[in-house]
């Protein structure tokens, strides 16, 4: 066991825990993002550079600190190492500058894109990215293209995560696309075109942490923010038939993995749950997803009609507060138009 400090909080972990699993086990505000990491997928990690943190102690044995921001995802922990994160405004400058470079060739593709809402490069830029940018040349343009005949590319919103290379490696039986060429000219895409076909391939969309692959099924349908996620699960002898349909009104618009608080897969799906069962009595609804507060999917989602009793109550209060201060305001004889 490594006993191991990360802003103030202390905890003891396994040996071989990376200090981003140290962190997400103390939970909070302290844990580093991480856009290429992914728990549920060999090798995932350092690629990005968001998690970086600063090591201001190495351990009890060599406490001099690390000369440089490490990533947290690819460094494990030692004991009595000390870390420093949210606590260290030169770690912050560093990541803002690692995510204005992935933001680069990045296009304002957000009004028009269907990740948008759940998008992790959105959360990433709003918490820790800069309001403008310093770069003045052109951005990189690529066609969007076909994959698959459920699964559409687009390049130019990729930020070279490897995440649905690492799936297609661990998870299907062969691995068609890989990254091609090198530099600035780097892409995502399969040799001559060739189209992805196998049971488990649009778990792709669920770990692409931006709009670069999307559902060619639910492509322009709906804001996220306007449907209802569901739990709900089915017989399937393909997966575990556990997953999360996305309702507007009685249709099933989408249907995803379920995830956790990071934003990973609980079990993956097979394509016939997730493109094919687009009926609501293709499912056993079990319960509405547990959506936190600070996301903008959580507009109007209530899980219970507690909840929803709760909203309006607070509304009418504030109504009438407000009716009040107005009639207050009026009678003031100070007050002048």
């Known amino acids: ?39 549920k997928l060999k090798t995932t990690g350092g ?12 351990s009890e044995k060599d406490p001099r ?6 990533a947290s995802c690819r460094t494990t922990v030692m004991d009595g190492m000390e870390v420093q994160n949210i606590t260290s405004p030169d770690l912050l400058e560093a990541r803002a500058g690692v995510v204005e470079f992935l933001l680069l060739n990045h296009p304002l593709d957000c009004p028009i894109c269907d990740q948008a809402g759940e998008c992790h490069l ?10 403008k940018t310093r770069y003045e040349f052109d951005r990189r343009e690529f066609e969007p293209i076909e994959i698959g005949d459920k699964i559409k590319l687009h390049m130019k919103r990729c930020i070279h995560c490897f995440r649905c290379v ?63 996620p569901e739990d709900a699960h089915r017989n399937c002898s393909k997966c575990a038939g556990k997953a999360r349909i996305w309702l507007k ?41 547990h959506i936190d507060r600070h996301s903008v999917i959580s507009m109007n989602h209530y899980e219970s009609l507690k909840d929803l009793k709760q909203d309006v109550d607070k509304q009418q209060k504030q109504l009438v507060n407000k009716k009040v201060n107005l009639g207050q305001g009026a009678l003031n004889p100070n007050n002048s138009i």
Request: aromatic share 8%; net charge positive; proline share 6%.
């Open 1 to 39: 066991m490594a006993k191991v400090t990360i802003d103030g909080h202390t905890i003891e972990v396994p040996t071989g825990t990376t200090i981003l699993e140290a962190a997400r086990m103390i939970g909070g505000p302290i844990v580093p993002p991480a856009m290429c990491y992914y728990s």
């Open 47 to 58: 690629y990005c550079r968001t998690c970086i943190v600063k090591v201001s102690k190495g």
């Open 65 to 70: 600190p690390m000369p440089k921001p490490v």
């Open 122 to 131: 959105q959360d990433l830029g709003y918490e820790n990215g800069k309001s």
């Open 166 to 228: 690492k799936l297609a490696e661990q998870l299907t039986p062969e691995r068609f696309q890989g990254m091609l060429n090198r530099g600035d000219h780097s892409e995502i895409s399969t040799y001559i075109k060739h189209a992805i076909d196998n049971e488990f391939s649009g778990n792709m969309i669920d770990v692409c942490p931006v709009g670069a692959l999307t559902d060619k099924t639910f492509r322009f349908k709906s804001r996220v923010w306007f449907v209802n």
């Open 249 to 289: 009104g009685e249709e099933v618009l989408r249907v995803t993995a379920r995830k956790d608080k990071y934003g990973e897969a609980i079990d993956w799906i097979c394509n016939e749950c997730r493109f094919d069962k687009k009926k609501t009595s293709d499912w056993v609804i079990e319960k509405p997803t």
